[in-house]
C-alpha cells in the first residue's frame, strides 16, 4: 500500500513538470539583428501569467499561457513603431532552459533558448 501511495505521488509530480515562474533571459537573431528578450513567468499549476521585455519591441503580457509537463504556450502582442504583431510562442522546459519556437501570421519564424535568471 504504501509502495502505491509513493509511486502516485511520483507521478503526479511528473505530471506537473517544472515551475517555471522566475526571470528567464534569451537572444535570438532576427532579420534586423540580436535581439535581447527577458521573460518574467508567473507560473500557477497550468496557467502562466507574466511579462515580457526587448529594446526593439518593448514590454508585452503574456496571453492564454499554459505549461502542460515540459511544453509551454502563450501569445504576446508587441507594437513595432504603429503596428502591433501577434508572436506566438511554444516551447520546450530542460531544466533551467526553455528552448522556444516564435511565429507570426506574417511569416516571421524563429528559434532561440532561453535560460533562468
Known sequence: ???AIAIALFASIIA???DITGTWKGTAETPNGSMERTFMFKQDGAK???ET???FLGKSELQDGKVEGDS???TIVAKVQDNEM???YT???NGSEIKF???NDQGLKLDYTVKKQ
Do not use: R
Request: hydrophobic share 40%; charged share 20%.
Open 91 to 93: 516551447g520546450k522546459v
Open 101 to 103: 519556437h516564435v511565429e
Open 53 to 55: 521585455s526587448s529594446q
Open 1 to 3: 500500500m504504501k509502495n
Open 16 to 18: 506537473l513538470g517544472a
Open 48 to 50: 502562466l501569467a507574466g
Open 86 to 88: 501577434k508572436l506566438k
Open 72 to 74: 509551454v504556450s502563450f
